[in-house]
Nanobody, 112 residues
Framework: QVHLVESGGGLVQPGGSLRLSCAAS????????MNWYRQAPGKERELVAT???????NYATSVKGRFTISRDNAKNTVYLQMDSLKPEDTAVYYC??????WGQGTQVTVSS
């Protein structure tokens, strides 16, 4: 059974930073493409960042240069480092594995 467990969300002021983690089990993590999505109230879920099994990455235009996705295959964990956060980054952030499996989400709120 596949489990993806996100952590690291919270309340942060504009300009601040957070690091999200997603611990995976039940999949062969090292060969899995991993993604972070987010969904803001009243909006559709959107892809934020992707990291492929070989380490290649892609980012949504809105977060490029501010967010960094990374992975630790020894820990079966994917990270999302979020810097220079803006109020419009407020959303529930979801970890996704192979476009198939989803975590429960973690809330990120950027507000003064």
């Amino acid at each position: 059974q596949v489990h993806l467990v996100e952590s690291g969300g919270g309340l942060v002021q504009p300009g601040g930073s957070l690091r999200l983690s997603c611990a995976a089990s039940g999949i062969i993590f090292s060969i899995s493409g991993m993604n972070w999505y987010r969904q803001a109230p009243g909006k559709e879920r959107e892809l934020v960042a992707t990291i492929r099994s070989g380490g290649g990455t892609n980012y949504a235009t809105s977060v490029k240069g501010r967010f960094t996705i990374s992975r630790d295959n020894a820990k079966n964990t994917v990270y999302l480092q979020m810097d220079s956060l803006k109020p419009e980054d407020t959303a529930v952030y979801y970890c996704n594995a192979g476009l198939t499996f989803w975590g429960q989400g973690t809330q990120v709120t950027v507000s003064s």
